[in-house]
């Protein structure tokens, strides 16, 4: 049974427009959730994280909402760069288990 | 953050054979994690590799196929024995980055192993 969701699995968006990625979880006892970026043929890179008694977090360009009652997340990348395509996954915690999304692949067209 | 370097980066493995993968980390960690990415699946959990004792397996993987090394602090194998092409998969290690306190988990670069 698959906990956390990202139904869009890939999306394009133009160079230095909004690029939204979702979310979707299932279990509310998820207290913490993560988004990894990853490019081909490397390892996922940590991108920004949120606690679950939070609603939002900013990290330059990229900002992590959290509505818990919809238990669904989402990366806004503001503005997008061609070096922000990639695949980006993002992770709920629970206790130390982490849960994965299939990944949406992103692409921004210059 | 910690830096992991993972090897093989990728293999081509005859089925019925064994691939040992190695996770080297620049700095000591107490939980190592092996994690595999099925092609359009996402990262499944396999095992966590604790120095001095036995890992501690996911509901789905066992020892026998996917035995687990963690002779010390910094350095950890996962084999993948008996290989059949269902196990085409990429393989990541991962730590844990203490310092930022984040859940922000350090991957390795990943093995992408093709058994045909």
């Known amino acids: 049974d698959q906990q956390v969701k990202q139904n869009s699995p890939s999306l394009s968006v133009q160079e230095g427009r909004i690029s939204i990625l979702n979310c979707d979880y299932t279990n509310s006892m998820f207290d913490y959730f993560l988004w990894y970026k990853k490019y081909p043929a490397e390892g996922p890179t940590f991108l920004i994280s949120i606690s679950s008694i939070k609603d939002k977090n900013e990290d330059g360009r990229f900002t992590v909402f959290l509505n818990k009652s919809a238990k669904h997340l989402s990366l806004h990348i503001v503005p997008s760069q061609p070096g922000d395509s990639a695949v980006y996954f993002c992770?709920?915690?629970?206790?130390?288990?982490?849960?994965f999304g299939t990944g949406t692949s992103l692409t921004v067209i210059p | 953050s910690a830096v992991i370097s993972q090897k093989p980066s990728r293999d081509i493995c005859q089925r019925g054979t064994s691939l040992t993968i190695q996770c080297q980390v620049d700095?000591?960690?107490?939980?190592m994690f092996w994690y595999r990415q099925q092609p359009g699946q996402s990262l499944t959990l396999i095992a966590t590799?604790?120095?001095?004792?036995?890992?501690?397996?996911e509901s789905g993987f066992v020892i026998d196929k996917f035995p687990i090394s963690r002779p010390n602090l910094t350095f950890s194998t996962l084999t993948v024995s008996n290989m059949s092409p269902e196990d085409s998969s990429i393989y990541l290690c991962?730590?844990?980055?203490?310092?930022?306190?984040?859940?922000?988990?350090?991957f390795g670069s990943g093995t992408r192993l093709t058994v045909v």
């Open positions: 992770a709920a915690v629970f206790g130390n288990q982490f849960y």
């Open positions: 991962s730590v844990e980055d203490t310092g930022r306190g984040d859940y922000g988990y350090t």
């Open positions: 590799a604790n120095q001095g004792s036995e890992a501690t397996y």
């Open positions: 700095s000591q960690v107490t939980m």
